[in-house]
């Protein structure tokens, strides 16, 4: 942590890494969550428009159905009610042999006794209770999805077979019997099976009593668990609904996305118990393979911005930092004394301003130290030369004081001596005092006496002004000796540094 707060370059190329990761993190989040949002749309809308059109071609196959049995209820050989049998058998072995997917049919009555049937439905007596017949009571087209081993085995079918059923009725409308043919799905089935989604996407049809009528909802496992039964039981229970949706479901250890639709019957049919819903399944994989393609291009972009960021990132701390370090090197050989290095303008910008400036100050030192250095040559002379000057000041000072002692000692001896004469002036008889060349010499003397003393004072006097003056001289010479000092300390430092 302190190594980071010292080094700025670090610091800037964190916090631009940071801004980069963010700044990257979310434009591939929202990039991710728009574009997969709407590849997953656009996925699950296919899947639904596929279980659209192949329930379509389902419904077309039972129009197919519903318009044949309605022309077969339609023709006269039937419609008739005095039409002998063996005539109205002929007429079904007909229709039988035009149609590819018939497989038999038969003509009961309103009570289920069966009036003529191809193969082996002419054995059976009556139809009541069995399915196809409660379905073809309904009144109009019906269909009966017939896949009950029972009931099968008493229609003498050995494959599931889709009975389809139309009321015939007479002259005055009324209905007295049914016509039904039992039909294999192999056109239905073929529909179905090419139903290819993705690579390994197929289609599947179920009946609303959970039976695979077609195709196949997952590939068969060897052994399913029970996780995986409940898994189709839960599916097969939504499919079953009566509406058409879409399940995410993981079944067999392998993720799959199914779609689905009912299909819808025509207008003028019923078909109870039929309740057929067609679906695709896709395995997720394949279903979402766009969308991770998807992800794993914006991860990868995620990466080289990454790595871009990082590249970018240092380049730019670095031409930040470089120029700030030749600024620190070039403070710290200031610092030191040495003005010599060179300061290089790389940036235009606050950097460069900023080098800029030191290079003002750097030469702003220069002239000044260099000034400072005439300065003190200057201070030196003039100090050498006050010393001089206070040197000859003291000297002669000195002359003056002994001289003006020399002076004053002689002015006292010659005072003294003129006291003495004095005196013996006073010793002197009255005439001789009286008489006036003697009065003239004593006057002479007072006079004598009055100068002598004056002039002694006076030498004490400059004696006085010439120790003041010597004093004055010596402080003189201390300053001198002072400014000296200051020069050659100011010099000293000059010198310290490189110009």
Known sequence: MRFFEKDLRIKLTAILLVFIVVATGAALVISYTLITHIIRDNTESSMSDAARLTSN???????????????????????????????????????????????????VDTNGNVVAGTGKLSTIANATGTGWFDNAQ????????????????????????????????????????????????????????????????????????????AGNIFPPAAKPSDRDKRELEGLITSITSGRGGSESVRYAGKGYLVTWTPVQQPEDTTHPGLGWSVGVAVPTAEAYAPANDVAFALMLLALVLLVVGIIAAFLLGRSITRPINELVTNAERVGSGDLTGEV???????????????????????????????????????ADEQSAGTADVFSNTEDIV???????????????????????????????????????????????????????????????????????ARDVSAAARRLSEMARELKDMVQRFKV
């Open 57 to 107: 071609i389902v419904e077309v196959g039972l129009d197919r159905r519903s318009t044949r049995m309605a022309l077969l209820a339609s023709l006269p050989e039937v419609r008739d009610t005095a039409t002998p049998p063996a005539a109205r058998l002929a007429t079904l072995d007909l229709f039988n042999n035009e149609w590819p997917i018939g497989q038999e049919a038969v003509f």
């Open 138 to 213: 309904s009144g109009g087209v019906s269909y009966t999805y017939i896949y009950n081993r029972e009931e099968l085995t008493g229609a003498f079918f050995e494959s599931p077979v889709l009975a389809v059923s139309a009321p015939v009725r007479d002259s005055k409308d009324q209905i007295f019997g049914y016509v039904v043919a039992f039909t294999n799905i192999s056109d239905i089935t073929r529909a179905v099976e090419n139903v290819m989604i993705e690579k390994t996407g197929h289609g599947f049809v179920v009946s609303e009593t959970g039976v695979v009528v």
């Open 344 to 382: 290089v303008i790389r940036t235009r910008d606050q950097i460069g301003t900023l080098a800029a400036a030191f290079l003002r100050m750097r030469d702003y030192l220069r002239s000044a130290l260099k000034e400072a250095g005439f300065t003190a040559d200057q201070m030196s002379s003039l």
């Open 402 to 472: 002994e001289s003006v002692v020399v002076l004053a000692k002689n002015m006292e001896s010659q005072t003294q001596k003129i006291r003495k004469v004095l005196e013996y002036y006073e010793s002197m008889p009255a005439d001789v005092k009286s008489l006036p060349q003697v009065e003239e010499v004593k006057q002479l003397l007072t006079d004598s006496e009055i100068l002598a003393e004056v002039g002694a004072d006076k030498a004490v006097e400059i004696a006085s002004a010439a120790q003041d003056q010597r004093s004055a």
